[in-house]
């Protein structure tokens, strides 16, 4: 009598592969190809009765597995083969090398993903971490920092350090220059600025001092007084502090035929129209030309502010942004 192999492949994945369950008897050889169906010399519903314990039996032991298997063999043969009353069954189970499958692909690339990810995070919390002491270290020299006041009360540094506490309204109100002729108040009313204008000189540099709040502007005692005559004069201010942005923050967005209105002491307004904006690179401005008129005979005044790149190694920008505005009242 011949021999017959009857072959379950289950669907349960070992690290080698799929497992292979072959049933031998004396009997015909019937052989499936994939799991769980049996392919017998029987009608389709014979299979059904194979397929059921299979899928059931999934989870179970490899010995359970084993039994259920051959009950299987049995049942799908004799419902083949009416004429087989008795068999021997004997299941081995057999490991089958298999290529990896997509979905193990797939899991390579997201592990792979992930850890890009996780390395771009860490960088990101790095740089972030870097930042925020920089700026927990500013904050904490500010405040070592021992300010003076003035008279009205508010904080002032230096032009390279100055203050960056607020100026309140009554500060604003009581202000006025030690000479009434000088420049009292700056209003532009597109950008919202109305500030005090304090008087500058030089500093221990020899250069164009800068205000010692960044709050206040500031008119530079060596450029023309405003309103005064033909000439230029210049006023200045910060762009920002370590916490706070300063008094002359937008004038960059500043536009054609946007209005200036300087007050002095006296309580004379002189208003001026603004026509050009332009940002250079420090290493190229002339401080001559900047307090020149471009035409003789006429009177401007040019605000003047950081611009550019910040150089932490320095604590300077890299570039001045200056506004220019001709009298027109």
Sequence with gaps: MSTMDITFQTRRKRPQGFVD???????????TDTAPSVSVQAQPETLKVA???????HKVTVAHKRQRFSEVALQAVKLADPSIEEMTVDVNPVYIERPATKRKVVSGLLYTFGVIVMLASLAVSVN???????AKDQVQALGETTYSTDRNGVQEG?????????????A?????PNNPQ?????????????????????????????????????????SVRPGSGPGTSLLLGHVSGWTSPGVFKKIDALQADDKIIIENGEGRTFTYHVYKTETKHVNDIDMNKVLATEKAGEHVIKLMTCA???????????SRTIVYAKQIL
């Design 21 to 31: 369950y072959t049933a031998m008897t004396n009997r015909r050889r019937y052989t």
């Design 51 to 57: 397929q059921k314990p299979i899928t059931q039996k």
């Design 128 to 134: 972030t971490f870097l930042i925020n002491q920089q």
């Design 158 to 170: 230096t032009g390279s350090d100055p203050a960056e506490s607020p100026v309140g309204e009554d």
């Design 172 to 176: 604003l109100l009581n202000y006025f």
């Design 182 to 222: 000088d420049p009292r108040y700056i209003r532009i009313p597109s950008i919202g600025v109305i500030s005090r204008v304090k008087t500058l000189g030089v500093d221990e540099t020899n250069k164009v001092d800068a205000p010692h709040n960044i709050h206040d502007a500031g008119w530079y005692n060596g």
């Design 308 to 318: 550019g790149n910040f150089d932490s190694d320095s604590e300077q920008y890299d």
